[in-house]
C-alpha cells in the first residue's frame, strides 16, 4: 500500500467520521425542534435550519470528497458549538440561557465536538495532498 492510497483512506475514515457527528447533531436538533422548541422565537427556526443543513452536508460528505462540504462542516459544527456554549452563559443566546445540562446537550456537545475535529483534519488532509 503506498503513502498516498494510506492518505486517501485516513481523509475517508476522517470524512466518515465527520458525517456521523454532523448527522447526530441534525438528529438532536430536528427531534428537539419537533419536541416542542420549535415555539421558541430565533432558537426555534435555527433548530430547523441546523437539522436540514446538517443532514444535507452529512450525506455529501459520504457521497462527495469535494473539500467544500469538509469547509461546510467545519463551519456548521463551529457554530453550533459556539451556540450550545454560549447559551449556557450568563448572557444566554438569543434569550435563552440554559441552567443545566441534558442528555440530548451532552450529545450535541459530543457530536459537535468530535464532528469539528474530523472534519477540520479532514480538510487539513485535502489541503495537504493538493500541494
Do not use: C, K
Request: glycine share 8%; hydrophobic share 60%; charged share 10%.
Amino acid at each position: 500500500m503506498s503513502a498516498s492510497s494510506t492518505r486517501q483512506g485516513e481523509a475517508t475514515a476522517l470524512r466518515r467520521v465527520a458525517a456521523v457527528g454532523t448527522a447526530i447533531s441534525a438528529v438532536v436538533h430536528g427531534y428537539l425542534f419537533l419536541d416542542g422548541w420549535s415555539v421558541v422565537p430565533v432558537i426555534g427556526p435555527m433548530f430547523a435550519v441546523n437539522a436540514v443543513a446538517g443532514a444535507v452536508i452529512a450525506v455529501a460528505l459520504i457521497a462527495s470528497a469535494h473539500w467544500v462540504w469538509r469547509f461546510l462542516a467545519v463551519g456548521f459544527h463551529a457554530v453550533s458549538l459556539f451556540a450550545l456554549l454560549f447559551s449556557h452563559t450568563p448572557r444566554g443566546f438569543f434569550g435563552l440561557r440554559e441552567a443545566f445540562w441534558d442528555i440530548w446537550q451532552i450529545m450535541a456537545l459530543v457530536s459537535e465536538s468530535v464532528g469539528l475535529i474530523a472534519a477540520g483534519l479532514a480538510l487539513l488532509a485535502w489541503w495537504r495532498a493538493r500541494r
